[in-house]
């Protein structure tokens, strides 16, 4: 008896891991969800499609970093579980990538779904709710607009009066945070430097 070709059992769902885990996209387990995955591929996934300034992409995990900080200066009393929130708000993206918001309009909700399903996974791994407290989910959604206005006019060509459209006005920032996280990092001191960041506040 002959077996069934792999070709007709579906398309494969799921991505193998540096790892070694295999996470399922359909029906993603906390259980093969790992941090050195999570940092490993932030960084090398390239925020703004790669179209920033500077010798190397700005990365995601870079990005989640500048949003954790503008959320402590915004909210300085933040937990630990809301700054562990805040920092894993794009986790989802080391499987999926970072999907521009103009192909995001372009292809509906299904994206969002199997978002939606990833960070639910990430959150109970690491001991977060699956689903967020309004005010929380506020505040990163804040935070994220204003991190993308800074990086909408530094590092991708925006000027000030076009980001003002898509971000809302430009965010209150220490020169310290324009220094710190606006100049594009290796990959590897990204990922060190998210990953440094994660451990700190999962030990806090």
Known sequence: MSKTPASAKGPRAWQRMLSGRRLDLLDPSPLDVELEDIAHGLARVARWNGQTKGAHIFSVAQHALLVEALARTRTPRLD????????LHDAPEYVIG?????????IG????????????AIHLRFGL??????????????ADRHAAYLEATRLAGFAE???????????KFSAAIERDY????????????FRERFEKLLRA
């Open 80 to 87: 630990r579980v809301g700054r562990l929130a805040v920092l």
């Open 182 to 193: 606006l100049t594009p990092w290796p990959a590897g001191s990204a990922e060190q430097r």
């Open 161 to 171: 009066e076009e980001a003002r459209r898509f971000f809302g006005p430009p965010p």
């Open 109 to 120: 909700d299904s994206y969002k779904a199997v978002e939606k399903r990833l960070l639910a």
């Open 129 to 142: 709710p699956a689903k967020l407290p309004e005010t929380l989910t506020a505040l990163i959604k804040a």
């Open 98 to 106: 970072d999907m521009i918001s103009p192909f995001k309009a372009v």
